[in-house]
């Protein structure tokens, strides 16, 4: 089957909210040649964005929720992005992280409808089906958490993954081995596709 990276994020749950201990500057001076917007106030609780545009790259603070996403590029995670959550991570040497994942979104063109690939027999008779179904599933590989979740849509399906890891870490030790943790995720979300899509 085909399917088509659309986008990515890594997403860091901090052991407090807020966005104290989180290095502005750094976070502003990703690309040199790019200003990028910046929604930050000064108090350390409201949330915080940072948006490039020229890569499309953005980082924002909700909570104790941190996260660095991108667009895909050509359909391909960008070449840049591991430096960039490298960078991010770093940024945050004065927090703790609780837990992190990984999330992929995926468009799936000429992908059948949710109830006849799966084989879900609709026999309301008072109702309407209206192909615009959603399905979750929930997998385990060895310490990871998976989430699969499929959406019914014209032309191309939507797909998106969560890989989780309920992992305590210092950013500065995360960030030393992200590019490698985002390499091995987005594989085994590929491999997840294969298994549960084999059919399709």
């Not at 909210?17 to 929604?39: A, D, Q, R, W, Y």
């Not at 004065?94 to 799936?108: E, H, L, Q």
Request: proline share 6%.
């Amino acid at each position: 089957m085909e399917y088509k990276l659309l986008g990515l994020n890594l997403v860091v749950l901090f052991s407090e909210p807020g966005k104290h201990s989180i290095n502005l500057n750094e976070l502003i001076n990703m690309f040199p040649v790019e200003t990028p917007f910046v929604f930050w106030q000064p108090d350390p609780i409201s949330p915080g964005t940072i948006k490039y545009q020229q890569k499309p790259v953005e980082i924002t603070v909700i909570n104790n929720h941190y996260q660095i996403s991108s667009a895909a590029i050509n359909n391909s995670i960008p070449t840049y992005f591991g430096e960039i959550l490298s960078k991010a991570l770093k940024a945050s040497e004065g927090r703790k992280i609780n837990a992190f994942g990984f999330n992929f979104d995926f468009s799936c063109p000429n992908l059948e409808e949710i109830k006849d690939l799966f084989d879900i027999k609709i026999a309301t008779k008072n109702f309407t089906y209206l192909p615009q179904s959603s399905i979750r599933f929930t997998f385990k590989k060895n310490n990871l958490t998976l989430i699969f979740e499929l959406t019914d849509r014209k032309p191309d399906s939507f797909l998106h993954i969560n890989v989780h890891h309920e992992e305590p870490y210092l950013p500065k030790d995360l960030s030393e081995k992200i590019q490698e943790k985002l390499n091995i995720d987005f594989k085994t979300a590929e491999e997840l596709i294969k298994e549960v899509l084999v059919n399709a």
